[in-house]
């Protein structure tokens, strides 16, 4: 149970450091697709200019709203604008200050504990109605490896965060496991439900359609996860999802296409952008050592390896075993283009992958880039020997080593 909260957690945090393994969306666009499954949410509608705003104010039928910036982090109450705006998320009392706000969200950038000191750039805006909560509640659907499925993980204790309830209070989570095909049966929605206290039938049968429907999105759209914090008990009587965060599987890209075409490249790194452009694993980190390595075990070992002799990686970089010399000559480019790199560390395993196809990538690299950081490389396997006399007849100023660790301290002892 733990495990699976862990990786709730988890997911959201690698999608605001721009990581690209989980596809992640707005919350405009999630309380869209939430709507087209017949999931109750507040009344919303996004703008991305101040103009927008004032228009979609002026016309909402309600002059208690609330002005949310659209990025892909966490923590926007709290954030803080560039230009000096405290907070991501303000109560609206006319169309005259949705537009005031707006004008100061749209193009600045927030930064919250989930984006780090660059923050994120906010290109638009969503405007909801006030609903009032009587009772918050967390909903989650997701794979579980305890169980080889999905489950619904829930909580009366919503609107906080899930780790620490799970880590306070075990027993304040219930988990239900799904079955794959046949979804989540009525009886059981409703069991939950009257497990997390819903006052009255009414709102027991809204929260088990809203538990019912949420796992036909997690199956029918590929989902990996989807977090739903809160879900209220609002004071009229009805439950509505009042925020989401959707995770999608990368692999089903070719079967989703009207998901994918939410993705917004704006929100990550733009190296990952590049990288996953030729193909190429690629997470900036904020160490000095860059890293080129090819399969994701390796990385992992080689970062650790950095790690153990005191440097740290400047990024994980697996090329794969497709790699071809321009493949590398890109992942050069990548890692000379960050200012932190100090030293290049190279190491590979051939099994599938040929060192010599490696060898050839980082001298053609090394002269067009004309290289001056140090560069470190450890070659093991598949034409080994021909890759390391390709290296001695270059003339250039490379470190061979064949131990993993003389190689890992001499790239750290370079970087400093």
């Known amino acids: 149970m733990l495990a699976s909260l862990r990786k709730v957690g988890a997911v959201a945090r690698a999608a605001s450091a721009g990581q690209k393994r989980f596809l992640s969306i707005h919350e405009y666009q999630s309380v869209n697709l939430l709507n087209s499954y017949g999931i109750p949410t507040p009344k919303s509608i996004a703008a991305k200019t101040p103009e927008e705003a004032y228009n979609v104010a002026k016309d909402f039928g309600s002059d208690k709203l609330v002005i949310k910036a659209q990025i892909l982090a966490g923590g926007r109450g709290k954030g803080k604008f560039d230009n000096g705006l405290q907070g991501g998320v303000h109560m609206v009392e006319s169309p005259e200050q949705a537009k005031d706000y707006a004008s100061k969200m749209l193009g600045a950038k927030l930064i919250t504990k989930q984006t780090g000191a660059a923050g994120r750039i906010c290109n638009a805006v969503m405007l909801a109605e006030r609903r009032d909560p009587a009772h918050e509640y967390y909903v989650a659907v997701l794979n579980d490896r305890t169980t080889g499925g999905p489950v619904l993980v829930a909580s009366a204790q919503g609107g906080m965060n899930i780790e620490e309830v799970a880590a306070k209070d075990p027993n304040a989570i219930i988990t239900t496991p799904i079955h794959f095909e046949k979804g989540l049966d009525k009886a059981t929605a409703l069991g939950l439900a009257n497990k997390l206290g819903f006052k009255d039938d009414q709102t027991k049968q809204e929260a088990a359609d809203i538990f019912i429907n949420l796992y036909k999105i997690f199956k029918d759209k590929d989902a990996t996860q989807i977090e739903i914090n809160p879900m209220a008990e609002t004071t009229d ?131 067009e880039l004309a290289l001056k950081i140090p560069l470190i490389v450890r070659l093991k396997g598949t034409k080994e020997a021909e890759a390391k006399e390709m290296i001695r007849q270059s003339g250039l100023k490379i470190y061979a080593f064949d131990a993993l660790d003389d190689a890992a301290e001499q790239a750290v002892q370079l970087a400093s």
């Open 237 to 367: 009587g009805h439950v509505l999802c009042m925020d989401a965060k959707f995770g999608f599987d990368d692999n089903a890209e070719f079967r989703q296409a009207d998901i994918f075409t939410l993705r917004d490249i704006s929100q990550e790194e733009p190296s990952e952008v590049e990288a996953q452009k030729a193909n190429l694993n690629f997470i900036k980190l904020d160490g000095s050592v860059g890293c080129l390595v090819n399969g994701a075990g390796l990385a992992m070992a080689t970062m650790d390896v950095l790690s153990l002799h005191g440097g740290n990686p400047a990024n994980f970089l697996d090329v794969g075993g497709g790699a071809t010399p321009e493949t590398v000559k890109k992942a050069f480019e990548l890692l000379v283009a960050d200012p932190k790199v100090k030293s290049i560390f190279i190491n590979i395993f051939g099994g599938i992958m040929r060192c010599d196809y490696i060898a050839e990538g980082v001298i053609n690299a090394s002269k």
